[in-house]
């Protein structure tokens, strides 16, 4: 199938919210990959680490929305404040989430389930 087919139905199954993300990629993938990698959230954030995974996740899927929108479109920023809807989450500290994750978490996260589909797909 062409490139542009994929992406076309890529598109037409948005998640629209995280809860739809992690019916396909178990949370328990997305924990051992920020371990592994040692990458964690030591202080209480915003946007934690977990929740950067899911953003990467979004921007590969909701490619023509910007980043604060997929933030949003997810809900991934924590209220400031517990039970307090809060402001949005400044664009600086999205991009500095993103580059303190790093590219190894995400690689440990695509392996996990690709083997893990691969072997259920060889088992039928």
Sequence with gaps: MPLNLDLELTASVLPESVDN???????????????LSGV???RKRRLPMEQVIWLV????LMR???IDDV????????????GKAGKPIAQSC?????QHLGAEPMQRLFAQPATAWAHAHNDK
Excluded: F, Y
Excluded at 23 to 33: C, S
Excluded at 71 to 82: F, I, N, R
């Design 21 to 35: 993300l992690t019916k396909h990629i178990g949370l328990q993938w997305v924990e051992a990959a920020l371990q």
């Design 71 to 82: 933030v949003g479109k997810l809900d991934l920023a924590l209220p400031a404040k517990p």
């Design 40 to 42: 964690a959230t030591l």
């Design 57 to 60: 996740v979004g921007m590969c």
């Design 64 to 66: 023509n929305r910007t």
């Design 94 to 98: 999205i991009s500095d989430a993103r």
